[in-house]
Every structure is written in C-alpha cells, then in structure tokens.
C-alpha cells in the first residue's frame, strides 16, 4: 500500500463515495501534525488553535505519549476489564492524586463517561428518583440520553420522543434550579465553563449555589469536564480554578493526550452504586489508552505546563481585550485558561474560512463565538501570529 498520501481532492472524491456524509468537512486533507502545527497533502503548514477539537490539549503527536503509545503496542493491545491491567491501575492512581481521591471508571469519550455518570446518579438514589438537572447552552454528547441532557433544541430535532428525566434551566440561574428540584431529583449536571455553548463563564457563586443545594436536598453534583479538565484551566481540574468539589466528574477529550479515551471519577463512597453488571465499556481503559493518559497526567507536570497554561491565558487575555477596544464587532472576551471566547455581533462562519485562507485554525459556535481551545505547549510567539491573524481578520469583517 503506497505511503504517499492522497492529494485533498482525491479524498475529498472518496469521501464522497464511501463516507457517511454526517460532518460539515472542511476542503482539506490533514496527513501529518507537530506540536501546534499541522500540513495538508499539499505541504502547507497550519498554526492549529483548536488542536482535535480540544483533545490535543498537547498539541499534536506530543513524544512522551507517542512513546508511550508506540510501547504498549508492542507488549499489549487489548484484554477485556475481567482482567486486571496494571497500567490503567497506574492511570486511576494518577487521576485520583490530582482531584478529590475518588475511584475511575473508563471509557472511550465524552458521551460515554456522561452516561456513566447518569446510571450512577439515578443506581445511587435508589429510590423513585431518576431526575437530572441540566443548563440551557450545555452540551454533554451525542448519545440519545446525552443528547437529551443537552438543553439545546437544535440537538433534539427528529430524534423523539427523547429520554424521559432531564430537566432544563438557564445557565447561571440558582431560583430555577431550586424551583425545579422535587422528591424525584437524583442529580445536577453541568459544565462548569460551558464550551460549545460559547465559552460561558459561571456568575460568581453560581457553582458554590450548585453544591449548597446539592447538599441541602441529597443529590449528586456532577461536573462535565470534558473540556474543563486535564490542565485546561491552568489547575488540574475545573472544579479546582472555581473552589467548589462535585461529588462525579467526567473527562474526555484531552485525558490521553489525544488517544480517544473518558474516565468517570466519583467518591469511594458513591463509586459502589454503579455495581457489576449494570455498566461496562468493552474498550474503557485499555492498556494503549492508559499508557497514552499516564503519559499525558506525567508529561504536564514533568514539564510545568500548567504554568504555562496560565501565562499563555495571559497572554491571549491581553492581546484580544486589545482587540476589543479598537473593534466594534467584538462583543466580548471570555478566557478561562485555555478556553478562549471571542463574542462577536456578526456571524462568526467567515472569520473561520477567512483565519484557514490565511492558514489558521480556529472554530465558531454558537453562530457567532469565535472560540480557540489552543495547546498547553503553545508558545508565546505562537500566541502572536495567531493573535495577530485572527484579529486583522475580525477586523476586516466588521468593516
């Protein structure tokens, strides 16, 4: 089989016949990535700002988990969780150390880990409670119970009637959480930064509100740092950069470096609920995935990267408010980390094609939030280009 890769038309072509068409793809063929970089089939080279959707929180192909990954290939690929594997052992020790000491589960993204989470909180009740409190702009997955958690009814078309028990109210708003928790509530989810619903930041005491009445009425707290976690924020954890502890957390998206892969973790207390039998993930935890998630967890702290993480935030903070003030268009920056949110007042669509002519990649949601979700590794001159790119396309938008 040839190694030289297919020019972008070509797979474009072959998409067209052979994959189902459910992506809006962009006209390019992506065969090779470094760092913050990637190239095409044709050799142009990118500066990547939204790195795997999130998940390369690493930037692309980072060394300590591509040999991590080329390791464990060698000695073990798969054996089922009937079996104990030393490394995803290793893997939830990690995971504990760094967050509130709980017990993992495994899994293979985002959706899943949410779906553990919901089986856990409605076993835990045991009871006629099944009820789950979430937030209008939230996204918690595609799965159906996910995609109903997700307060967004652009999700939901064509796919009713949907799971029974989710109960929706505006982000940021504690009157209507306690206005609809009843004797059939079992939990509260929610994203504590919320990503693609724009790179909302929570009031101030709005998760501190959250754990007051998750404790006052007996349900569980559950925080979906699928992008919130593993670094993103400058701490660890979310939950950590905001002082308030849920009591069940999920992870996705960066937690391996790029590798798919989700964890749960709750309580030693709670973690019993979710008994054997009532929940599994045939490929959760695998030796690849947990040599590629102990490799990430080591090479953060090996090489300080949450500092950086915060310096680059500064960075970011600095360069884009600077934006704001000379570019009417922008509404608003939001930053936390490395979550990055620029709040425009047109449609956000053509900065994106515009920032890839210029070869730049970013993302818009929510129509109208240019939203970055850069690599931890950024560098400072990264920062620069990017910046600089981004805002004379902005700016030549608004004219």
């Avoid at 809006?24 to 959707?53: I, K, M, Q, T």
Wanted: glycine share 10%; with cysteine.
């Amino acid at each position: 089989m040839s190694t030289v890769p297919l020019s972008s038309a070509d797979t474009i072509d072959r998409f067209a016949r052979y994959v189902v068409p459910n992506y809006g793809r962009y006209p390019v063929n992506l065969v090779r990535g470094e760092g913050s970089r990637v190239w095409d089939a044709e050799d142009n080279c990118y500066l990547d700002l939204f790195p795997g959707w999130g998940c390369n929180l690493l930037g692309h192909c980072p060394p300590p988990v591509v040999k991590a990954v080329q390791k464990q290939v060698e000695t073990l690929i798969h054996v089922p969780n009937t079996w104990h594997i030393d490394v995803q052992a290793r893997w939830a020790e990690l995971l504990s150390e760094r967050s509130f000491g709980g017990q993992a589960f495994f899994c293979n993204s985002g959706a899943e880990a949410n779906e553990a989470a919901i089986k856990l909180a409605r076993l835990h009740a045991s009871d006629a409670r099944y009820k789950i409190i979430t937030f209008e702009g939230g996204f918690h997955g595609r799965t159906l119970a996910t995609t109903t958690a997700t307060a967004q009814p652009k999700y939901h078309e064509g796919l009713g009637p949907l799971m029974a028990g989710f109960v929706y109210v505006p982000y940021g708003d504690l009157d209507a959480v306690r206005d609809q928790v009843d004797e059939e509530t079992c939990a509260i989810l929610v994203e504590p930064v919320q990503g693609e619903g724009g790179v909302r930041i929570p009031p101030e005491g709005f998760l501190e509100g959250l754990r007051e009445i998750a404790n006052q009425n007996d349900l569980l707290l559950i925080f979906d740092e699928v992008q919130t976690g593993c670094g993103r924020t400058g701490e660890w954890f979310g939950y950590q950069h905001f002082g308030v502890t849920p009591d069940v957390m999920t992870l996705a998206k960066a937690v391996c470096g790029g590798i798919a892969g989700g964890a749960m973790l709750t309580t030693a207390e709670i973690a019993p609920s979710l008994r054997p039998g009532m929940h599994a993930a045939t490929f959760g935890g695998n030796p690849i995935a947990a040599s590629a998630g102990v490799a990430t967890l080591e090479m953060i702290e090996s090489e300080g990267l949450l500092a950086n993480t915060t310096e680059i935030s500064n960075l970011f903070k600095t360069r884009l408010e600077a934006l704001a003030e000379r570019c009417e268009i922008v509404q608003e920056i939001r930053v936390v980390g490395l979550m990055v949110g620029i709040e425009l007042s047109v449609d956000g669509t053509p900065v994106v094609s515009k920032c890839m002519d210029r070869r730049l990649l970013v993302n818009c949601t929510q129509g109208t939030v240019i939203r970055l979700l850069p690599a931890m590794n950024l560098t400072a001159a990264d920062v620069e280009e990017g910046c600089e790119i981004l805002s004379e396309v902005i700016q030549s938008v608004g004219i």
